[in-house]
Every structure is written in C-alpha cells, then in structure tokens.
C-alpha cells in the first residue's frame, strides 16, 4: 500500500511500497482510508522528543471503509463506512465495561492511519459504523467532523469529564490547539455557563467562541491567570481543562482552579509535574489520560449527525496525503491549527 | 498558661508560664483544653524533616470549654463543650459553600492545642457545640471519639470522599496509621463493599477489622500490590486511600487502582511525587489536600453521639499532657498508633 513513514525528526515520507496490514487475527479488521488527519502527539516523534530508533509507518486518526475483516466479527462488514478510534478495544472487559475502553485488556492502537490501510484489533468492540453513507462515502460536509470524532474530539471531550465539568459551572481550558478547541465545545455541551478559553491567536479565538467560549483571555502568566480569576469572581474555576502538556500550562490550570475542583489533562505527559503543595493546599485534584474514544464515540456521532457540534472546523488545512510532509509541517510551525489529509 | 512547646527536633516541653492566648478579634474565642493528642504531622518538625527555627507552641488538635468569645461570636458561648477543627474558618465564604472549608479566605490553625488555652479565629464558624454536656465534661467513655473529630477522623473521611468511595465498590487503605484506620471507618460507612486494609500489624489489623475492614494485607511492594489485585479480581480497586504519604505509599496506591479510579491523599506531601505516566496511561487521578473538617464535622458527631462509629479506638495511649514528650516519642517509635493527652 502507499502510506506515510516516519524515518527520523522531521524525515516524514509518503511511501509507494509499504507491506499491506492483513486480518491476523478472527477478531481483526482492515479499513480502507478515506481520510486521515495529523495528531499533536505526531507533532512529539516530528520534533524528536520522542525517538524514532527505525522507519515505521505512522499516524492513528482514520475514517474509512471496511475492507476486510476476521472470522469472529459480527457487527461491521466489508463496504461498512467507520470511525476508527485511534485506541482500539473490545468494548466487553472490565475495564471497557466501566468505560475506561482506553485502559482495555486488549487495547491496541492504530499504526498506519495516514496510510491506505489500517488494521484494527478488536474490530467488534473498537469500530462504530456511519448510517447511511453509500459507496461514494458520506456527505462531503460532513467528512471533516467524522474524522474529528476518531481521536480530537473525544479527547477534548474526555478533558471535560476528567476535569469534572457541570451544569452551570465555570470551565476554564487551557490551550488553544485543537484539543483544547474540542474541549470548548465538550464544556459548553455539557452546560458550563461560563466556558473560558486562554487563547492569543485570532483565528483561534474566533474558533472557540463559535463553539461556546463565553469568554476569552488573550495574555499568559500571572497576567493570564489574574484574568481568569476575575471572571470567576475570584473563586477560580470549577473546572480546568489542560490541554497543552507543559509546566507552564499545569502551573496555570491549578492557578486558576477553584478549591475542591479538578484539572483534566489528557495530553503525553512530557516534562509536567503536577505541582503536590499547590494540589494539598488548594484540594485541586488532577485526573485523565488517555481518552476512551469508544465511550463517547455513539454520542458524538449522534451530536455529528443532528447538526449539534461541528468539530471539523479544527481542521484549518486539507492536503492530499502525498503532502503530508507539508501537513506535518505546517502544523509544527504552528501556520495550521490541524491538517485534513484526503487518503482515498 | 501551661502548654506544649517544641524547641527542636526531639526537644518537646510541656512549659507552665507559656502566655495565654487572648481574644484579638470579635470573631476570635478561647477555648479551655479538656482533651489533645498528638498528630502524624506533629512528627514532621519533631524527627526534623520540617525546620524548627524558634521555640513555639505545637498541637492543632483538641476539645475543650469555651472560655472566652469576641464580640461578634454568636453560636457559642462561654462554657459549651466543643469540638475544635484543626482548621478553622468562617464557613460563609464561597470555598466555604463550596465545601472545601480548608481553603477558607479566612482560614487559620489551632497553634496551642497541646496546651491549657487554644485560640480559635472564626468561632461561630468552626466551633461545633457537642449537646448535653454539663460543667463536669463529656461522659468519659465517648471523650476519645469526640476527640478524634477535631482532625484524625475528619481527615480519613476526606481521604475517601476525595477517592470517589462509593457504595457497593471497592476501597483499599494504604497505611494503618491513625488516619488510615478512620480512612477504613469512612469506606464502610460510604458503603463500600470490599474495605482493603494493608497493614502489617496485628493490633492495628485487629482495629482494622472492627472498623469495617473486609480485607487485611500484610505484605507490601509488589507482593502486596498482587494480593489487592487478586481481592479485587485482577481489575484493581474503585477508590484508593493513601493515608501514609511517602513515595513508596503512592506508588502502591496508583499500582492497585483501577483505570478511571481516583487516588485520596490526606498527608502534607514530603517528596512524594505522582507518578505521571502512571496516572496517564490508567487514567487514575489524584485528590485530596487538608480536609475541611468543619463540613464533616456535624455528620460524624452524630455518628459518634449515636456510638454508630467509634474512632477513638484510634488512641492506644492515654497520658496526662505533662508527659506530652513521651507522647510523641511513643508514636515516633512506633509503640503508639496515637496518643491522647489529658489537659485539664
């Protein structure tokens, strides 16, 4: 197949010659890529923060159709158009059954998503099926925010759940990047009255305001964070989104977080420590991780189809993949927010 | 007055001419010792690990006479028995409402509560009259557990109340010191339906157990972990007290819960740091801080007045306060989980 590679920082490759995934395993499936996108976390190995010892392929955001599919699976079929989360389970074992499917006994993840074809274990419990799209693939408007709904947007949203968010309260998210875009839309959906988003970028800002920032706080720092505490009546917030990753951005999420409240923070931990006397003094807890894509999967997609959320609009570039070395660059050099990648 | 002085690590002295503490503000009171004890925190500055640089007054925690009101307090009057909170605050402000008193905007500490006089700011809203007490005191069987509300208690509820104990789950007790075991008296009381102690103990297994205690685990690292893994069926367990505050403790604690589980902690942190990869990849979280003893306080007295709990089994040493520097030398051995003193 023809996929994206990874050789070394900043050495991205799109690939006439890789080996094709194939079924291995009764419960395995193969998608057929139509679209594909390129994740923050992609950006860590882009910029060698994480090693890259070997060529490998990479990318693990994907929609697509079924293509082929083990013995033992039931509820999806070759022809079958799916969002793949980026986290595969089987949606059955304790810990899925608690939905926590990120933490699931078989997890797996996917490996080629920038690619033409991707292998999903636990085809049955991982892979949620788009009604009604044809062989011509779904509406064109809508490709955007199914692709969204493989890993950003229920990252956003698994933010606002480990964060705590409710009804009424007040929900800071730190982080205008995708994620945390998504987490804007997660917390007004969930009904937070005032939803703050600390964001210096226009665009950006445009963005989180159309959907549901209430409020938003343009400087950083002590500055940032004195901000944030005026519009919380000085009390902080009942709920933090970290949707960045860094020191900085923790010490600002427990800043502004109101006593007995909660940071959610669901990006690779790369260097934040949670700062302990501030969690002892303040009672601020610290909870996420990992999003459990399957969990909330039904539920956006249902949000998708109704119109109600519109997360495709994070995508602010859309290249063919042969171009992804562009994409990945334009999104490390911070000129795109995050880039659509046309697969198929 | 008489009162409990420390000068320097292991230089405990209970003093007679320590001046009295007066009313310095309308909202102050004095409050007459009856009955203090020795916390786990007081050991911090007494074994060194926090600096002493002047000889001042120690013990946070007591009960005792009202002796003397500012003039703005009016929910206690010279001569109500009452429970003193470690933490005092007004109880009016937003953190206060919120439920998180310890972080009150007018928060303050008990600083001579090992002593004949204690100073309390905020009296009408940290001070809880215990009903039906006349001039000769409380009845000398319930004067244990009424002191065991002025801190020990309140602080194993807030272990479990910031683990997410719920009815029906699973809570383990990582540490059999005094607030572990109330961390156990908490868990049952919240209903859970396994109560994991670890305890190595035999005396402290046996108050485990007669607190509520489902489970004893004696061993402890890896060992350890493998036998709460195996009580709670290989999936780890639903809350997690960590009431001991090392790192070791905290490593334990994340090891045996489950993914989306939250671990409490209850102990000012002394180089313990959460283990962030941990937390990431099980998506277990991290909460607690300095319970807010006054927004427990009246549940638990009832509780206590009903002889539903009985947490001043907590004290296995009794001594008169002049032999305050034993008191602390039994606990910093080890030869007392907890030791109460008689003051007056």
Redesign the interface.
Known sequence: MRATMIHAPRDIRFETDVPDPVVSRPTDAIVRVTTACVCGSDLWPYRGENPTTEPHTIGHECIGFVEAVGSEVSTVKPGDFVIVPFDHCDNTC??CR???Q??CVNVGMTVSGQGELAKVNQADGSLVKVPGVGAAGPDAALVPSLMALSDVMPTGWHAAV?AGVREGGTAVVVGDGAVGLCGVIAASQMGAEKVVLMSRHESRQKLGTAFGATHLVAARGEEGEAAVMEIT???GADAVLECVGTGQAMTTAFNVA???S?VG?VG??HG???P??T????????????A?VREYLPHLLDLVLAGTIDPGQVFDLRLPVEQVAEAYAAMDERRAIKTLLDVS
Chains 1, 2 share one sequence.
């Open positions: 304790a810990h608690a939905g926590m990120s933490a480990a009546g000085g009390v109101r006593p007995g909660r923070f690779v931990p934040a420590e949670p302990m006397r969690m002892f003094s303040k009672n601020v807890g610290l909870a996420g991780g990992m459990p």
